[in-house]
């Protein structure tokens, strides 16, 4: 049990991430604010992580070799990217202080083992089945009906690893698809908003939640956020409590968001989490007191949480592929607050940075 004895990463550590994406580079500048050095490890030598940070190592996450120094030059471990190998987590953490722990990893990593532990928290989902064949596709697709969406267990984000079927006679094509990987079907949900939760709980114990936001996708990638969410409050206080809940459940050490649904009948249905910041989370840098990657860096080092509290309401665009060529005509605004990631190369889908605008709370908040 988390007891104020819990020992504190005090400023001047130096703490290690894994991944050097966006959020890797976003969570390095929080926490040099706060008097950290960071250390990124990635296997990508242009990780854009590897520009901001004090220390770097760049060597494949099964690298064992590199694993065992990175975990010797370093305080405390934590995580950007969700899918690293749960045995390389587990491996760091017999050397030094992994936060998340390797098992919220491995949880969150296999959609199987996510569902079942929402469901033993009392959280509802989308109806399911789990496909380790064409056979029990096939008897899925009939329990489920059609539209259903066919998934790979792990590995997939941004819409990757999986294919709708909107007739049962597409079995053996969505099989073929994600070639013949071990698979989750999940039943199609009728919803009337997208939202999702950030929530931070620290090694003492300590929880602290973002407000409800509200969320659009385009092809599977996330286009824009709101906050806050436009939501009867009994609906978002229930998307709160779904989110405190899961990360006491987890034992949580850092940042926990998730994704969920709100369908037309008030239900709150949970789709995916994450153990670590989320792109869904970077309006918190312009209008909250304490944004997603500073609370991150306070979590990870047992630092008190700060708060959450929204002082503006904000909408947070993804900047994706040559839309990042727009930067010169955000700039011209100057509400806008741009935030570029540094990537040197410009693809379809890639998120490049993002833009967010604020506004007072008062425009929104009488509704």
Not at 117 to 142: C, H, K, M, V, Y
Request: hydrophobic share 45%; with cysteine.
């Amino acid at each position: 049990m988390s007891t104020e004895s819990t020992p504190v990463i005090p400023p001047g550590s130096t703490i290690g991430i894994l991944g050097g994406g966006q959020l890797g580079r976003m969570t390095a500048l929080a926490a040099a604010r706060l008097g950290y050095r960071c250390h990124i490890y990635c296997p990508e030598p242009d990780a854009p992580a590897f520009a901001v940070a004090a220390a770097s190592t760049c060597a494949a996450y099964d690298d064992a070799a590199a694993l065992d120094a990175f975990a010797d030059a370093v305080d405390v471990i934590t995580f950007e990217f969700e899918n690293i190998p749960a045995a390389s987590a587990e491996r760091l953490a017999a050397r030094a202080l992994v936060r998340p722990s390797w098992t919220v990893l491995e949880t969150a990593q296999d959609r199987v083992v996510e569902k079942k532990f929402f469901a033993g928290i009392g959280a509802g989902t989308a109806p399911w089945r789990q496909i380790d064949d064409l056979g029990s596709l096939e008897r899925g697709i009939a329990d489920l009906g059609c539209p259903c969406i066919l998934k790979t267990r792990t590995l997939g984000y941004d819409g990757k690893g999986q294919f709708r079927i909107d007739k049962p006679a597409q079995a053996a094509e969505a099989w073929e698809a994600i070639k013949g990987a071990p698979a989750i079907l999940e039943g199609f949900v009728s919803f009337q908003k997208e939202v999702s939760v950030i929530v931070a709980r620290s090694p003492r114990g300590e929880v602290n939640a973002f407000d409800v936001v509200e969320n659009v996708h385009v092809d599977h990638i996330l286009d824009t956020t709101r906050a806050p969410a436009q939501l009867p409050s009994e609906l978002a206080e229930r998307a709160a409590a779904i989110a405190h809940a899961a990360a006491t459940a987890l034992g949580l050490e850092g940042l926990l968001a998730i994704e969920m649904f709100v369908d037309f009948d008030g239900h709150v249905l949970v789709n995916e989490m994450a153990p670590r910041p989320h792109n869904s989370g970077h309006w918190t840098m312009d209008a909250c007191i304490t944004d997603q990657f500073e609370q991150f860096v306070r979590a990870v080092c047992n630092l008190r949480l700060g708060s959450t509290e929204r002082h503006s309401n904000a909408e947070m665009k993804n900047l994706l592929g040559r839309s990042i060529d727009q930067w010169n005509e955000i700039l011209s605004d100057p509400k806008a607050k741009l935030h570029l990631y540094g990537k040197l190369e410009a693809r379809d889908g890639r998120k490049m940075g993002h833009v967010t605008r604020v506004f007072p709370r008062w425009k929104t908040d009488s509704k």
